[in-house]
């Protein structure tokens, strides 16, 4: 049995915990761009995942997504109810650190995934379809896409894709999935004629920055040690990050006139996005490239979506979808073994394979997971309906939905 | 007995209040409201979408007073609220049947 070794543990542990930090943190850059009468409704989507998927997850969820292998595509139920999830170490997935200490942490992943997709259809999701939707999707969509990245003898990780903290598991999966259930849940009532403003950007703004901490456990945590994987990991997260707020702000300021503190923030998270991925295979100088990118690209994305005239209402496709899409191939691009002798060399260093490798990867993410979450959403339509009624939408989320303000002053 | 309800611009409140006070003015009540007549409004952009926003805000002061000091309120509110440009806002005088005081029972002008 591997040697439990006590920093590899400690970074870990802290790790999970900053990434569930993350969600309650989503909850604030979400609820804040949503209006004063859904920001209960927006903030409980995050709040009831935390509980919701951390019960699947403990239950059968893990044992799906890392356990042992049914023909590259799915985990089997050994592992049900963790059993077999001991705190000895697992000799692939966290050779130096108790096993359960990487399941929490993979936890924090499986419950952020789903919470990132409610962006899509805030202000008029029906809350019982919601509670149903999301347990079906982390089951059906989740789990297996995480088996396949992850999971040894996954599908993809035995072709060689490359991901190190889940931008293709979380991201572009939840943005995928985000597109398919704005289209089918349609536009919010009064779109494109009523003004819908954020309500509370200071609240949105103190999201971002929960989000940007937190995601130094989401990227350099994913080297389940600590030493030199997870520095190199933080400091491609967090330069990519400032090259993306950078390059969002200033194209916004040339194309729009003015920048804007919304622009900056949402230019960070996309930063984030497409790093993620690359964290643990790319060196400062390529991150910073990545940023700059992923800024400039998620917000040409988000201007596009006006466009095709869907109401994605915050963006999850523009910023996770494109911004995860993009990570993955720059992951392509600027890998290098000199960074992490585990992963391999991208094209800028010498190995076209790997980029070819990474754009099936995407799209074979972006089919399976657009095409089960649509007809999970259309057999949820038909059951149960997806939308609030007209009246419900009107008076807002929090009361039709949860019998309360947001703020009583 | 009339009402003057004088619409004008937020940060005039204070200005506006003072002036009255020294032409003995009670009291008065205060509202935060939103309109316009031809001021034009201002314009946010959030991620690329744009909005304008016609609805400006302002502060409408109302004071209940005896008839013969309605020149003097309106020209005090006037002066006090005015700076020139577009948006300064606008005074109604109204009629006013009748005035109680909770406390006292107390009516009319003794009610002021």
Redesign the interface.
């Given at each position: 049995m591997g040697r439990i070794d006590p920093g590899d543990t400690a970074w870990l542990l802290t790790s999970a915990a900053l990434v569930l930090l993350m969600t309650p943190g989503l909850a604030l850059f979400y609820g804040g761009m949503v209006r004063a009468k859904n920001v209960l409704g927006t903030i409980m989507h995050s709040f009831f995942i935390m509980a919701l998927v951390t019960i699947q997850w403990i239950i059968f969820g893990y044992s799906l997504s890392f356990g042992t292998d049914i023909g590259g595509i799915i985990g089997s139920f050994s592992w049900f109810g963790l059993s077999g999830v001991g705190l000895d170490p697992h000799p692939d997935y966290a050779p130096t650190v108790p096993h359960q200490a990487f399941m929490i942490f993979q936890a924090m992943f499986a419950i952020i995934t789903p919470a990132l997709i409610t962006g899509a259809f805030a202000e008029r999701m029906k809350f019982k379809t919601f509670v149903l939707f999301t347990l079906l999707w982390s089951t059906l969509v989740y789990d297996p896409l995480a088996h396949w990245v992850w999971g040894v003898k996954g599908w993809m990780r035995e072709m060689g894709a490359l991901d190190f903290a889940g931008g293709t598991v979380v991201h572009i999966n939840s943005g995928i999935s985000a597109l398919a259930a704005a289209l089918l849940i349609g536009k919010r009532k009064g779109y494109g004629l009523e003004p819908m403003a954020p309500h509370n950007l200071p609240m949105t703004i103190t999201g971002v920055g929960i989000l940007w901490f937190g995601w130094f456990g989401f990227n350099a945590g994913s080297a389940i040690a600590a030493g030199k994987l997870s520095v190199s990991a933080f400091v491609a997260t967090h330069v990519a990050t400032a090259g993306a707020a950078f390059s969002w702000l200033f194209i916004e300021w040339l194309i729009k006139g003015k920048p804007t503190t919304l622009g900056g923030a949402s230019g960070a998270v996309a930063g984030l996005v497409a790093i993620t991925p690359a964290s643990g295979y790319v060196g400062p100088i390529s991150a910073l490239i990545i940023g700059w990118g992923g800024g400039i690209l998620c917000y040409l994305a988000v201007l596009m979506k006006n466009k095709f005239g869907y109401d994605d209402s915050l963006d999850v496709v523009g910023i996770h979808g494109i911004g995860g899409t993009w990570g993955a191939i720059a992951t392509g691009l600027f890998a290098s073994k000199a960074i992490n002798e585990a992963g391999n060399n991208g094209l800028f260093f010498g190995n076209a394979q790997l980029l070819g490798i990474q754009i099936i990867t995407v799209l074979v993410t972006w089919i399976y997971a657009f095409g089960i979450t649509f007809i999970l959403l259309k057999i949820l339509d038909r059951l149960m309906g997806l939308r609030v009624k007209e009246e419900e939408e009107e008076d807002g989320l929090d009361l039709s939905q949860h019998n309360e303000k947001g703020y009583n002053f | 007995m009339k009402k003057i309800e004088a619409i004008i611009k937020p940060f005039k409140l204070d200005e506006v209040k003072n002036a009255l006070s020294a032409v003995a003015v009670q009291g008065m009540t205060v509202t935060e409201v939103r309109g316009f007549g031809r001021q034009k409004g201002h314009k946010?952009?959030?991620?690329?979408?744009e909005?304008v926003?016609e609805l400006v805000p302002k502060i409408k002061i109302e004071v209940v007073v005896p008839d013969q000091v309605v020149p003097r309120v309106v020209e005090t509110i006037a002066k006090a609220a005015k700076t020139g440009k577009i948006g300064d806002g606008k005074i109604f005088v109204l009629p006013v049947e009748d005035a109680i005081r909770i406390r006292t029972g107390e009516r009319g002008e003794n009610a002021l």
């Amino acid at each position: 049995m591997g040697r439990i070794d006590p920093g590899d543990t400690a970074w870990l542990l802290t790790s999970a915990a900053l990434v569930l930090l993350m969600t309650p943190g989503l909850a604030l850059f979400y609820g804040g761009m949503v209006r004063a009468k859904n920001v209960l409704g927006t903030i409980m989507h995050s709040f009831f995942i935390m509980a919701l998927v951390t019960i699947q997850w403990i239950i059968f969820g893990y044992s799906l997504s890392f356990g042992t292998d049914i023909g590259g595509i799915i985990g089997s139920f050994s592992w049900f109810g963790l059993s077999g999830v001991g705190l000895d170490p697992h000799p692939d997935y966290a050779p130096t650190v108790p096993h359960q200490a990487f399941m929490i942490f993979q936890a924090m992943f499986a419950i952020i995934t789903p919470a990132l997709i409610t962006g899509a259809f805030a202000e008029r999701m029906k809350f019982k379809t919601f509670v149903l939707f999301t347990l079906l999707w982390s089951t059906l969509v989740y789990d297996p896409l995480a088996h396949w990245v992850w999971g040894v003898k996954g599908w993809m990780r035995e072709m060689g894709a490359l991901d190190f903290a889940g931008g293709t598991v979380v991201h572009i999966n939840s943005g995928i999935s985000a597109l398919a259930a704005a289209l089918l849940i349609g536009k919010r009532k009064g779109y494109g004629l009523e003004p819908m403003a954020p309500h509370n950007l200071p609240m949105t703004i103190t999201g971002v920055g929960i989000l940007w901490f937190g995601w130094f456990g989401f990227n350099a945590g994913s080297a389940i040690a600590a030493g030199k994987l997870s520095v190199s990991a933080f400091v491609a997260t967090h330069v990519a990050t400032a090259g993306a707020a950078f390059s969002w702000l200033f194209i916004e300021w040339l194309i729009k006139g003015k920048p804007t503190t919304l622009g900056g923030a949402s230019g960070a998270v996309a930063g984030l996005v497409a790093i993620t991925p690359a964290s643990g295979y790319v060196g400062p100088i390529s991150a910073l490239i990545i940023g700059w990118g992923g800024g400039i690209l998620c917000y040409l994305a988000v201007l596009m979506k006006n466009k095709f005239g869907y109401d994605d209402s915050l963006d999850v496709v523009g910023i996770h979808g494109i911004g995860g899409t993009w990570g993955a191939i720059a992951t392509g691009l600027f890998a290098s073994k000199a960074i992490n002798e585990a992963g391999n060399n991208g094209l800028f260093f010498g190995n076209a394979q790997l980029l070819g490798i990474q754009i099936i990867t995407v799209l074979v993410t972006w089919i399976y997971a657009f095409g089960i979450t649509f007809i999970l959403l259309k057999i949820l339509d038909r059951l149960m309906g997806l939308r609030v009624k007209e009246e419900e939408e009107e008076d807002g989320l929090d009361l039709s939905q949860h019998n309360e303000k947001g703020y009583n002053f | 007995m009339k009402k003057i309800e004088a619409i004008i611009k937020p940060f005039k409140l204070d200005e506006v209040k003072n002036a009255l006070s020294a032409v003995a003015v009670q009291g008065m009540t205060v509202t935060e409201v939103r309109g316009f007549g031809r001021q034009k409004g201002h314009k946010e952009v959030y991620r690329g979408a744009e909005y304008v926003v016609e609805l400006v805000p302002k502060i409408k002061i109302e004071v209940v007073v005896p008839d013969q000091v309605v020149p003097r309120v309106v020209e005090t509110i006037a002066k006090a609220a005015k700076t020139g440009k577009i948006g300064d806002g606008k005074i109604f005088v109204l009629p006013v049947e009748d005035a109680i005081r909770i406390r006292t029972g107390e009516r009319g002008e003794n009610a002021l």
